[in-house]
């Protein structure tokens, strides 16, 4: 099963691009990578998914690697309110398909 | 449109007593998801139902039940609480369990004391 690596924890500056690593070098062709994020004390929101190709849409933009071990969310003007916790994850098959979260990247963005 | 709700939104229960989460989505999402977040922690599978009519446990099963009533309501029973159950526990669906976007209602949190 495909495992995912984030850093626990990252800042940016508002206005800034924050650039969200995550790796995840045993993926399987068929798997997609995925990105929420969680406000504090909300349920987790989605934000965008990918499978080979780099994505974008209105919140923020998925970049994959061409070997597809690694991707970085970025959001390109960062704001206060995107202070959150950020998880990549990848379809675990042994599950059911059905999404495991690990512990994310809390990112931190101030004025 | 809802989405995902959850209720009750807060419980506190007492060690050994039971009780029922209830979910339900007005999306027509064929799957459903139990999830439970302890403090500082990510988000932990319990059981799932890839379709009316089916369950499969999770990362972390015991202690737990449930029951896919129909298509729109997936439910979470505690038998007999125990501390170690003080959480905060996510129902979500999703349209199928490969590739599709799951969405998460707002959390239930639950105290055993």
């Known amino acids: 099963d495909a495992k995912t690596t984030q850093p626990p924890s990252m800042d940016c500056a508002e206005g800034r691009a924050a650039n969200l690593p995550c790796n995840h070098s045993?993926?399987?062709?068929?798997?997609?990578v995925y990105w929420y994020r969680q406000i504090h004390s909300q349920g987790p929101q989605y934000i965008i998914h990918g499978l080979k190709n780099n994505e974008t849409n209105e919140m923020a933009s998925l970049i994959i690697t061409e070997d597809r071990k690694s991707s970085t969310l970025i959001l390109p003007h960062a704001t206060l309110r995107d202070t959150a916790v950020y998880y990549c994850?990848?379809?675990?098959?042994?599950?059911?398909?059905?999404?495991?979260f690990g512990k994310g990247t809390s990112l931190l963005v101030t004025p | 449109n809802a989405g995902v709700t959850q209720t009750p939104k807060f419980q506190v229960l007492k060690t050994g007593q039971s009780m029922t989460l209830q979910c339900a989505q007005d999306m027509n999402h064929n799957s459903m998801y139990w999830y439970r977040q302890d403090p500082g922690m990510g988000l932990r599978l319990i059981y799932y139902?890839?379709?009316?009519?089916?369950?499969d446990k999770g990362e972390v099963p015991n202690g737990y039940n449930v029951s896919r009533l129909n298509k729109r309501e997936f439910s979470l029973r505690l038998e007999s609480a125990a501390p170690s159950q003080t959480s905060v526990y996510f129902c979500?669906?999703?349209?199928?369990?490969?590739?599709?976007?799951?969405?998460f209602g707002e959390g239930s949190w639950l105290t055993v004391v």
């Open positions: 045993t993926i399987s062709g068929n798997e997609y």
């Open positions: 979500a669906s999703s349209q199928g369990v490969i590739g599709n976007t799951i969405y």
């Open positions: 139902s890839a379709s009316e009519g089916t369950t």
């Open positions: 994850i990848v379809r675990v098959r042994n599950s059911g398909y059905a999404l495991n």
